[in-house]
């Protein structure tokens, strides 16, 4: 297999953008694009006159889908290097570029922090994985990643603009339906206002989750959790399967 990897690099914040080619080359018919980013180096790259060698600066952690470390935008499409095989692109040339979404720190790594400030805004971070045997909902919403693909390809997010997106709704879903009632109420207004005002139901993160978390059934199980039973508790419901 040979594939040429076409880079968008920077070296740092606020730096000029430019191009860089490496040849990567294998009979490896399993590699990823994460293991052609570990392979390449100085003696791969195809001359550029960009100066001296610096390496491709990449974020990995597990690199087996698990982490969401990984994501970035490969041949226009954001996904995670650790689960694209090379031989699944088509053609020779690959092209890697950072996440569009957040600011470039330096070459493929992006700063994520906007989504750890969106779930400390909505009073929300993520503790123990819950038991497979639990509320299923909440099971489902903690197989969140934290990657931020979702938020790449969202029409409704941008940093700063309040809307958490589904990175965000994944953590509060969860919390919804494993927290007391008292907790619930205010998880409740947290995501009416991190989350459903902002929604606009496009369903792209549905389709590009590498988790393959069921979003839509989440999602609408969420709304009805929050949005129904705070309309309950307007009317003085009691009805105690909802939020009240
Ligand atoms: S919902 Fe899916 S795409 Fe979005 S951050 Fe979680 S794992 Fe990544």
Redesign the pocket.
Known sequence: MRKLLHILRRESAGSAPYWEDFLYESQDEAATVATALQSIGAENRVDSGSGAFRPVAWESSCLQRRC?ACAMVINSHPAMACDTRLRDLAGERVTLEPLGKFPVVEDLIVDRTVMMENLKRLSVWLSEKADPGAEDMAFEAS?????????EVCPNFAPGLGFG???AM?PIARLIANSPQQMRKSLAKNYMRGVYSGCGKSLA?RD????E?D?EKLLARSNAAAVWGRWKAAVGSRDQGHID
């Open positions: 969401g197989r969140c990643l934290q990657c931020g693909l979702c938020l997106g589904m990175a994944n993160c590009i989750c590498p988790a978390i979003m």
